[in-house]
């Protein structure tokens, strides 16, 4: 689903690392907490995957993701868009709570 929405390897230079190792890596991190020097070397280096999150957000590749998982969610009717409310309007804010 998501591979046809990745910029596509450079022609010229060095081989790009695998974007689905580095983006289990990318998971792994951002769902442990860990830092990108402690990521399981299973996804390859931390240096290589930890600019790539912003390289992607500057290509609007992380929204067309969620796009396109949404409407594929939606078209198995996992989701109701009728029934999603997501604003911060309508969450309380916790400042100088004891």
């Known amino acids: 689903?998501?591979?046809?929405l990745l910029p596509k390897p450079a022609a010229t230079?060095?081989?790009?690392?695998?974007d689905r190792t580095v983006l289990n890596g990318i998971i792994c991190v951002?769902?442990?907490g860990c830092?990108?020097?402690e990521m399981p070397k299973t996804y390859?280096?931390?240096s290589t995957a930890n600019p790539r999150p912003r390289r992607w957000q500057g290509f609007g590749i992380?929204?067309?993701?969620?796009?396109r998982a949404i409407k594929?969610?939606?078209r198995q009717g996992k989701i109701n868009l009728e029934k999603i409310s997501i604003d911060s309007s309508s969450v309380p804010s916790k400042k100088g709570a004891t």
Not at 1 to 4: A, L
Not at 13 to 18: D, E, T, V, W
Request: proline share 7%; charged share 20%.
């Open 62 to 67: 992380w929204k067309r993701i969620l796009g």
């Open 44 to 46: 390859g280096d931390g």
């Open 30 to 32: 951002l769902a442990s």
């Open 13 to 18: 230079g060095r081989p790009r690392s695998n």
């Open 72 to 74: 594929s969610a939606y």
């Open 35 to 37: 830092g990108w020097s």
């Open 1 to 4: 689903m998501m591979e046809p």
